[in-house]
């Protein structure tokens, strides 16, 4: 199935022989077609997807985007004024619906970037971040309790 990243690729590969004017032909009716901007320039990773064709995504030029990555609609890779340069996002990361990835930042390989999250520091390896501004999320013990019960940890299924 043909979706942005496909244009991407025919843009990009055109562009490497030279014809930039094609390349950008090619760009704009993915941009018609998927409301998706993605730059010929930009550098992106084999096995990297787009969610649901690459709809609503925008790309900065000088993004990089590494293997295996999933960018979900509506997902931005941007700059950040007055800051220069552009996101470097490692292999293997997933990015939710609508996650803006703004300014010279880092993902590392394996992060996880939660839906509308706004990522505008660096995140680590393997982390996961959420919110506005985007920050990682702590894993912490949960206990169930039934209405009437007070302080005592609930189990299900238990006596």
Known sequence: MFDALGFHKVASGLAGFGLERSARIVSRVARILFSAHIPPEARIGEGTR?????????????????????????????????????????????????????????????ARIGANAVVIDDVLPGDTVVGIPA?????????????????????????
């Open 50 to 110: 787009l969610g649901y064709g690459g709809l609503g995504i925008i790309v900065h030029k000088d993004a990089v985007i590494g293997r295996n990555v999933l960018l979900s609609p509506g997902v931005v890779v941007g700059g950040r004024a007055p800051l220069h340069g552009a996101p470097i996002i490692e292999d293997d990361v997933k990015i939710g619906v609508g996650a803006k990835i703004l300014g010279p930042v880092r993902i590392g390989a394996g």
């Open 135 to 159: 920050r990682p999320v702590t894993k912490r013990a949960r206990t169930l309790s039934f209405p009437g019960e007070s302080g005592r940890p609930a189990v299900r299924g238990a006596a």
